[in-house]
């Protein structure tokens, strides 16, 4: 069942922290159409009926439906061979967002899988869907980015494909933010530990 995929991505992002209660979204390519989480679901416990199916390029009756982020899911699509995409709300790799201008992480898993991370939305008051053509355009090169005071958007083949380079990114940012704290220099660690 085609939910079930959204389900168990779902309760990994609530169970780790990285949405809350009802906030981010999750959609997987199904040739020119999409299926998207609904406006406002809670993807610790999606159902059946929380999931909408919509155009990549056209509008349908359930479109009003569908997530509010769903300018930028389509735009990833249209731009990226990308088959699913993740959107949530990672709390240390958002807080780096504001003071970094990207991300670069420093652990084994990080580097290999995110070697750079852009972070978009700079200085601006970030709304949902905004800045859809810059994040699809981010995303042909990279597996995920972040937008500043609000979260990530991340690709895959499969919705669980993009939910781990989603925690891989919190991972190695988590550490990254208790590097700091330590007063450690992130390049000076990953140089002495390769
Ligand atoms: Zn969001």
Same mark, same amino acid.
């Given at each position: ?45 999606? +159902? ?8 990549? =390029?056209?509008?349908?009756? @359930?479109?009003? &439906? %569908?997530?509010? *982020? ?7 699509? +249209? ?8 959107? =949530?709300?990672?709390?240390? @790799?958002?807080? &780096? %967002?504001?003071? *970094? ?26 709304? %949902? ?66």
């Amino acid at each position: 069942m085609v939910s079930s995929q959204f389900q168990t991505v779902g309760c990994i992002l609530f169970t780790q922290g990285l949405v809350s209660s009802y906030s981010g979204n999750l959609s997987i390519r199904q040739g020119h159409h999409l299926l998207i989480t609904h406006r406002g679901s809670a993807l610790g416990s999606i +159902k059946e009926a929380d999931l909408v199916e919509t155009g990549i =390029a056209k509008n349908n009756r @359930a479109t009003p &439906l %569908a997530s509010s *982020e769903l300018a930028v899911h389509r735009a990833i699509y +249209k731009n990226t061979s990308a088959l699913a995409v993740v959107h =949530a709300h990672p709390p240390y @790799a958002v807080a &780096l %967002a504001f003071i *970094e201008k990207e991300i670069i992480p420093c652990d084994l898993e990080g580097r290999a899988l995110l070697p750079k991370v852009p972070i978009l939305g700079k200085e601006m008051v970030v709304k %949902a869907g905004a800045l859809a053509e810059e994040i699809a355009e981010a995303l042909k090169q990279c597996k995920v980015v972040l937008v500043q005071s609000h979260g990530s958007f991340a690709i895959g083949q499969l919705l669980e494909e993009a939910c781990y380079y989603t925690t891989v990114l919190e991972q190695s940012c988590r550490l990254l933010y208790l590097l700091k704290v330590l007063g450690v220099e992130p390049k000076r660690y990953t140089s002495q530990g390769t």
